[in-house]
Nanobody, 114 residues
Framework: VQLQASGGGLVQPGASLRLSCAASGRFFSINDMGWYRQAPGKQRELVASITWGGTSNYANSVQGRFTISRDNAKATVYLQMNSLKPEDTAIYYC?????????WGQGTLVTVSS
């Protein structure tokens, strides 16, 4: 399973971005999918996750600003990020679980700065 993330970039505070992560390769299904982020000098943290059935979970710091969604037919997970803050600056990684194995995307950089 390969995960390809895209959609990062440089934006001003208050702006929006949408990240996408598409799974490819041979697999039966991708079960839980999620987005993590790692800021400079900090540990990687969970941002949001979503089950196959669409149940989502968010970190307190992004609750109400970020929305995770998925398209199971396309094996793709999205992260809509609104009202971005400088503290959201990080490399964002997508993650997916399939047949008991965890897979990571390559990361996409999000920079929020004026």
């Amino acid at each position: 399973v390969q995960l390809q993330a895209s959609g990062g970039g440089l934006v001003q505070p208050g702006a929006s971005l949408r990240l996408s992560c598409a799974a490819s390769g041979r697999f039966f299904s991708i079960n839980d999918m999620g987005w993590y982020r790692q800021a400079p000098g900090k540990q990687r943290e969970l941002v949001a996750s979503i089950t196959w059935g669409g149940t989502s979970n968010y970190a307190n710091s992004v609750q109400g600003r970020f929305t995770i969604s998925r398209d199971n037919a396309k094996a793709t997970v999205y992260l809509q990020m609104n009202s971005l803050k400088p503290e959201d600056t990080a490399i964002y990684y997508c993650n997916g679980e399939s047949s008991g194995e965890n897979y990571w995307g390559q990361g996409t950089l999000v920079t929020v700065s004026s």
